[in-house]
């Protein structure tokens, strides 16, 4: 069974930055599309970007020019980087195969976005 372990969130005030590490447990992460989805309380689950098993990536309009997806594929590992933050964007972050999931699903990282 795949795992996926999310890292790096916390709160910070608006216009700051994180990043966000998810690292998965699967011999066939350098061929897999991964993705970082996001969940605010009340609204559904909804994806954010995704990154293609060559580098090219994708980023919804709500985040294009502030976050950036990359991977590792050595480690396995797909980073979120997040600049210029806002409070809407507060949410629990996951990772996950785009655009199938795993069966399983991370724990998740909260990223908090507050004065």
């Known amino acids: 069974q795949v795992q996926l372990v999310e890292s790096g969130g916390g709160l910070v005030q608006p216009g700051g930055s994180l990043r966000l590490s998810c690292a998965v447990s699967t011999n066939i992460f350098r061929l897999t599309v991964m993705g970082w989805y996001r969940q605010a309380p009340g609204k559904q689950r909804e994806l954010v970007a995704h990154i293609a098993p060559g580098g090219s990536t994708n980023h919804v309009d709500s985040v294009k020019g502030r976050f950036t997806i990359s991977r590792d594929n050595a480690k396995n590992t797909v980073y979120l980087q997040m600049n210029s933050l806002k409070p809407e964007d507060t949410a629990v972050y996951y990772c996950?195969?785009?655009?199938?999931?795993?069966?399983?699903w991370g724990q998740g990282t909260q990223v908090t976005v507050s004065s």
């Open positions: 996950n195969r785009v655009p199938n999931s795993f069966a399983s």
